[in-house]
């Protein structure tokens, strides 16, 4: 389980960063400059994964885009498809649903779980949808098995 902590502390950094947090924090998200938003976001290592060349292309690019209540931007490498950050990912919900889209979230956090050391390696992998028993999802992942869904009826694969 700890590889699903992993995708929802991804998915959810940009909104911790558009909260106030702490009471060394004395101003709002809202009440900040884009300046002083990414200076505090620099203070807590945002771009700790970023080629250092890359950087001031990157802040530039949140300052162009920030809004203070909105995802933080990125840019995304186009020769390899992932942020420069290796931190700030779309997850569509729904798209997780389809065939396949379970495996192709993984493989577009595998730039992240890289940097960061956390090995994800799919050995194995079922996914079937049935009318009668429900989608059957399971995968076997750095050697041990997790059922994602087991008849689920709730969404029919389509």
Do not use: Q
């Not at 700890?2 to 929802?8: F, G, R």
């Not at 502390?9 to 960063?17: E, K, R």
């Amino acid at each position: 389980m700890k590889i699903i902590a992993i995708i929802v502390i991804l998915i959810s950094l940009g909104a911790y960063f558009l909260k106030k947090k702490g009471p060394n924090n004395k101003k709002k998200t809202a009440e900040l400059s884009p300046e002083e938003f990414v200076r505090c976001i620099e203070e807590k290592g945002y771009f700790k994964y970023t080629d250092s060349t890359r950087i001031e292309e990157l802040k530039n690019k949140i300052i162009e885009e920030f809004h203070p209540e909105s995802t933080v931007s990125t840019i995304e490498d186009d020769s390899v498809r992932y942020p420069l950050e290796f931190r700030l990912y779309t997850c569509d919900g729904e798209s997780v649903y389809e065939d396949g889209g379970f495996t192709d979230l993984l493989k577009d956090l595998k730039p992240t779980f890289d940097k960061i050391g956390l090995r994800t390696e799919v050995t194995d992998h079922y996914e079937e949808w049935d009318n009668e028993k429900g989608l059957n999802h399971w995968l076997t992942l750095n050697g041990k098995k997790y059922i994602i869904f087991k008849n689920f009826k709730g969404h029919r694969m389509g």
